[in-house]
RNA sequence: CGGGGCGUAGCGCAGUCCGGUUAGCGCACCUGGUUUGGGACCAGGGGGUCGCAGGUUCGAAUCCUGCCGCCCCGACCA
């Protein structure tokens, strides 16, 4: 599959667009760049907000909410946010419409101007740690550690369903921390849960890792990332979790009184995920039949199809197994249009990825079996009703963890090692994917690959053990391989 | 904002070069019948400001001018 995916990879665009289409994942909306979440799209990424929700709080967050809007002032605040932000920003100026004296509908009410201009937040970091200041007095108030789920919108020049869209959903955690210790584990920790997210829920490998300065969150010390690398031997960053340091505190002044009775900016982390992980997970598991889900995140696991229609008897024999799986956990769904025909029904849910299918018809009932279909490999068997749903569930995991080895081979293959400029080219080129590389550590080499090959570094991985080589570039020591890749 | 492509029925498209019956095809939709274990078939039917505006012409989906919109490749991007 992969390697079909590959070689065309110049229609990359045209079979991720018609999978998004295909599976009624998401529609293209009035307003450019924005999109339309459609049910089944929404209810995956549900799956995938519940379980990050749930992680959330075994880690000791709890949730909150903060203003969509944000005085254009508390973006000026912080030089380094400013200096990498601000930019594609929706912008407030006006409160009040009134109809247009010439009669063409309505148009902005000129007297109607904001004295000061509001911004649609792009990230919340400002307004929150506006808010931090009036919450945070005592080191017996830290740490503190809230998320939100929100909207933000970056006014983007090019946009794709899930990967990058105008407006999306997200959850941003932000924490304050008495230390920089507590802080940095904070981030760490959070980028633990994200991998572990990504490797167990989505069945996606991810490289752990750091981002380099130029690549870094504006207003971090330190940004740790999530890379993952799409059928199409791109990399995609799935998720981030920056390490702030006091800047934010200092830029809002926020302080406390630590136990010594001293005055102290408190430390700083902001995370977080986006709907792009719904991207991400079209393009780690799809194939040419359309959408493949983990069973951990399908909103409906199994769907049960009677052949060739559910007549009662046929019927009474799904219920009950449905009522079995549901014993066990699993969702599922009956198939009850009696206007559509089984091989219809066969071709549509595999076009939405629903992991296994059961085929039930008279034949079968007569054997006392059901046809078992997995969605990953394609494969059809015969199995008996007795303890059907102990089957199922060993079926679902197996298809978890498939989809997941599949996916750690295919990034094996495509990550190459390489060990100067010209080859590190001609892979780039000819095969993509992850290259493998010792860089001297300058932002000037980065920018200098960037430009001539349009790769960038992805990140430097927090696991690999140390080595010594010369950088590809310039031939300054290094100490470690990095991770470089065309990225979306 | 550059480079390329496209705009014709709900969706996907042909027709445009070379102007000429009543603008066509597939899917979907409606009616009837036969079907039903991998996207059924037959018959009948409904549905159109040919992106918008102007021009040329006896006559424009087709030629000319301007505008608008969408898609792809870049620039941009946590």
């Known amino acids: 599959m992969a390697k079909e995916i590959t070689e065309r990879s110049e229609n990359y665009s045209q079979w991720y667009n018609d999978i998004v289409k295909k599976a009624g994942l998401a529609d293209n909306s009035a307003v450019r760049g924005c999109m339309v979440i459609k049910p089944y799209g929404f ?54 419409l009134m109809n247009d004296p010439q009669g063409n509908g309505v148009v902005v009410d000129p007297t109607a101007k904001l004295e000061e201009e509001l911004i649609v937040r792009p990230t919340s970091e400002t307004i929150i740690w506006h808010t931090y200041k009036d919450w945070i007095q005592s080191y017996r108030d830290l740490p503190l550690l809230i998320n939100q789920w929100a909207n933000v919108v970056r006014w983007e020049m090019r946009t794709r369903p899930f990967l ?49 300065a130029n690549e870094r969150f504006a207003g971090a010390m330190e940004t740790y990332t999530i890379e993952a690398l799409m059928q199409d031997g791109k990399a995609l960053q799935a998720g981030t979790s920056h390490f702030l340091g006091q800047n934010f505190a200092r830029a809002f002044e926020v302080t406390f009184m630590n136990d010594k009775n001293e005055e102290e900016f408190v430390w700083a982390t902001s995370w977080g995920v986006s709907t792009r992980l719904v991207g991400a997970l079209i393009m780690t598991h799809s194939d040419d039949e359309g959408l493949v889900l983990p069973p951990k995140l399908a909103p409906i696991q199994v769907v049960i199809v009677p052949i060739p229609k559910p007549e009662p008897e046929i019927l009474s024999k799904a219920k009950e197994i ?79 963890n498939n989809l997941f080895n599949k996916a750690i081979d295919f990034r094996a293959n495509h990550t190459t090692e390489v060990n100067d400029y010209e080859t590190f080219k001609k892979v780039l080129e000819e095969k993509g994917g992850f290259i493998s590389c010792h860089w001297d550590g300058s932002t000037e080499t980065e920018l200098k690959i960037k430009e001539e090959t349009r790769a960038t570094l992805r990140c430097i991985p927090v696991d690999t053990p140390e080595e010594n080589g010369k950088c590809i570039v310039t031939g300054a020591p290094s100490s470690r391989r990095v991770i470089f890749a065309k990225a979306y």
């Open 43 to 96: 209810a995956i990424w549900e799956k995938m907000r519940d379980q990050l929700d749930a992680m959330f709080k075994e880690t000791g967050h709890v949730n909150a909410y903060f203003p969509l809007f944000i005085p254009k002032s508390f973006l000026s605040k912080e030089a380094q946010h400013v200096e990498g932000f601000a930019k594609e920003c929706a912008v407030v100026t006006h409160h009040r």
């Open 164 to 212: 990058r869209t105008a407006e999306f959903l997200w959850q941003e955690g932000h924490t304050a921390h008495a230390t920089s210790d507590e802080a940095m584990a904070e981030a760490r920790l959070m980028h633990d849960v994200y991998a572990r997210f990504a490797e167990e829920f989505m069945a996606m490998p991810v490289i752990k890792g750091s981002k380099s």
């Open 322 to 400: 449905e009522k079995a799986l549901i014993s066990r956990g699993i969702s599922v769904k009956i198939d009850m249009d009696d206007t559509k025909r089984p091989g219809f029904k066969f071709a549509e849910y595999e076009m939405k990825g629903i992991p296994v299918r059961l085929g039930l018809g008279k034949r079968d009932l007569e054997n006392n079996v059901v046809e078992v279909a997995r969605r990953d490999t394609k494969e059809k068997t015969s199995v008996s009703l007795e303890g059907i749903e102990n089957y199922v569930a060993t079926l679902l995991d197996d298809i978890q």
